[in-house]
């Protein structure tokens, strides 16, 4: 185990990244992310662990850049806020289709357009359901401390390789800007040229010795396309087996339920206390994963609950999946707020008292 | 023990900074701590603020609506934060920003001329060090052992050498806070 530090959100993704033993960091700067290569610049890590850090001239080149590696079997990663993933989005479809593994961070902001640089949780249809064009998905992790800032760059690397997807981590100007301590976790060397082609024998390494690897999302075969696409749904509903994740705070006897994901989670944790200190048993359900999405678990807590509430910062986006897992069964409210306002715990409170009276 | 700060003033005041330090003071004292700095624009001049929660148990809003203490260093916050101090709660301001004094009855409120008192140490620059110590004198919730290593966790080695004028700092606004 390494130190305990105080550091940003942004700061914690690029020290998630040499400490997972993240090959190439490839990005552009916008705020609210811009200390994520800042930090990488600062560190320096192409002097120790040998990651490649380089400023591309936009997001467009910055995610085939990542295609590039990944194509590699390397660990290649990056960073943006919302207008910036937009430009991403052709390159997310063409790693998803060519099956390559990736980090992508999209510290979103409000908008829609260039929109504020202020905290925004618009990005949820965008990231959750695809983005770029064609029927895919990414995993798609949503931290919500600066911790899981740092663990989820690992975490993102770990379920890219053993799905052969994008990896998203959709996280918020809040998380991103704010200070917390992080536990730093012992340092996990970088993948030499051996262990690659051993763990990604699709990846190009140099063919000397087997046959070449082709990797293209390009498919002119209708027959060959339906297998990929096949093959990809395979993977989400194995994803959605294996690898949900959530957490519950004060669920056990909760008769009213609010669903929220990054910083809103930490603002509905205290709207539960606020409300519990009233007498009317709330409780929280966090998604981690946004896509596989837990909807196992809402379907478990239902039974119990009188309604559930969906608090974002959004127009309501992620409540079209919490609609879908209640299916009918219970009222599901919505409240939210847009264009970078974010609310206090106190309006959240309100907006419950308001739907269940 | 949970503490609610929200710092705010101008830009270049040392603002986001002061809550660095007792961020990580906090840390140094084994609390759990968050700061959530406003960010954008404002740290290019304009109003700024920054809340920091330092708290034995595990935070969880980092985005607060009403506070245990603010810390006021010009007219704007004090227009903006006043009503947002909780009843029996803490409001410290600098006189040399503010027109009006603040005029809630259902907490204690406190003034410094950290201007007069940094002139008078030799060392402008640390303002906001001053306003520090006038809350650390009205809420010790960190030791002055704990707020040294802070600085020496917040401020770069290059600037080690200036931790005992800011510790004097601290010291000399300790000294002349006065309550309302």
Known sequence: MGDKVL????????????????????????????????????????????????????????????????????????????????????????L????????????????????TIQPGQGDYFQMVKGGGHGDYHTVVLS????????DFVGLGFKLAFKYLTPCIILGDGVI?????????????????????KKISPWACTGKKGRKRNVITSLALDPS???????????????????????????????????????????IGETAVDMAREKGIKVGLLRPITLFPFPTAEIDRLVPQLKSIMSIELSSGQMVEDV???????????????????????????NALMNFIK | MKEEIIIAGFGGQGVLSMGKILAYSGMMQDKEISWMPSYGPEMRGGTCNVTVVISDTRISSPILNTYDTAIILNQ?????????????????????????????????????????????????????????????????IVTLENVEKGLKKSLPQRHWDSIPQNQEAIRSGMESVVEL
């Open chain 1, 7 to 94: 550091m940003k959100g942004n700061e914690a993704l690029a020290y998630g990244a040499i400490d997972c033993g993240a090959d190439g960091y490839f990005g552009y700067p916008i705020t609210p992310q811009s200390e994520v290569m800042e930090t990488l610049m600062k560190e320096m890590p192409w002097e120790t662990t040998g990651m490649v850090v380089l400023q591309a001239e936009s997001e467009t080149a910055s995610i085939n850049m990542v295609y590039g590696g990944a194509c590699t079997g390397k660990k290649c990663m990056t960073s943006t806020s919302s207008p910036g993933i937009s430009l991403m989005c052709e390159g997310l479809s063409y």
């Open chain 1, 143 to 150: 931290p919500a401390s600066v911790q899981d800032m740092y």
């Open chain 1, 323 to 349: 609609r879908l897992a209640v299916n009918g069964r219970v009222p599901v409210g919505f409240y939210g707020r847009m264009g970078g306002s974010v609310p206090s715990p106190e309006e959240i409170l």
């Open chain 1, 224 to 266: 060959v396309m339906e297998e990929t696409n096949l093959r990809l749904q395979a993977r989400y509903r194995k994803m959605e087996k294996e690898d949900v994740m959530f957490e519950n705070y004060k669920t056990e006897d909760a008769d009213y339920l609010f669903v929220a994901y990054g910083c809103m989670s930490r």
């Open chain 2, 76 to 140: 704007q916050s004090m227009d903006k934060f006043e009503d947002k101090v909780r009843p029996g709660g803490l409001l410290i301001f600098d006189i040399n920003g503010i027109t009006r004094f603040p005029v809630r009855k259902d907490i204690k409120i406190c003034k410094i001329d950290a201007v007069d008192v940094a002139t008078k140490i030799g060392n402008n620059k640390a303002y906001n060090m001053v306003v520090l110590g006038a809350y650390l004198k009205e809420k010790p």
């Open chain 1, 96 to 115: 998803a289709g060519a099956e390559l593994p990736c980090v992508v961070v999209d510290v979103v902001r409000g908008g829609p357009g260039l929109g």
């Open chain 1, 176 to 196: 991103g800007q704010m200070m917390e301590k992080v536990q730093l976790r012992d340092k996990t060397p970088r993948w030499t040229e051996e262990e690659i």
